[in-house]
Nanobody, 118 residues
Framework: QVQLVESGGGLVQAGDSLKLSCAAS????????MGWFRQAPGKEREFVAH????????YYADSMKGRFTIDRDNAKNMVYLQVNSLKPEDTAVYYC???????????WGQGTQVTVSS
């Protein structure tokens, strides 16, 4: 049973920080590029960041650079997204996803809600 489960979201104030977590199970975790996406109300899903299988390479959407940090712990089958200096426009459901083939995310979590108030 392949599963990705996000956690760590919540209601925060602008300027706060959050660390989102994604626990993977049922897959060979080290075979997958892991990514984070988000979807704000009324908008399409947006790419946030991804991290290579071994964690050596990280890539961020231009708008995410500086405040977002992706990391993974292959020993724990976990991927993380650290978000600092949150802004109201960061309000979204944040999803983690796994890609066996680059750019082809086939496994998705259920999402965790991040709500940032001003």
């Amino acid at each position: 049973q392949v599963q990705l489960v996000e956690s760590g979201g919540g209601l925060v104030q602008a300027g706060d920080s959050l660390k989102l977590s994604c626990a993977a199970s049922g897959l060979t975790f080290t075979n997958y590029i892991m990514g984070w996406f988000r979807q704000a109300p009324g908008k399409e899903r947006e790419f946030v960041a991804h991290i290579s299988e071994t964690g050596g390479l990280k890539y961020y959407a231009d708008s995410m650079k500086g405040r977002f940090t992706i990391d993974r712990d292959n020993a724990k089958n976990m991927v993380y997204l650290q978000v600092n200096s949150l802004k109201p426009e960061d309000t979204a459901v944040y999803y983690c996803a796994a890609a066996y083939h680059p750019g082809k995310y086939t496994i998705w979590g259920q999402g965790t809600q991040v709500t940032v108030s001003s």
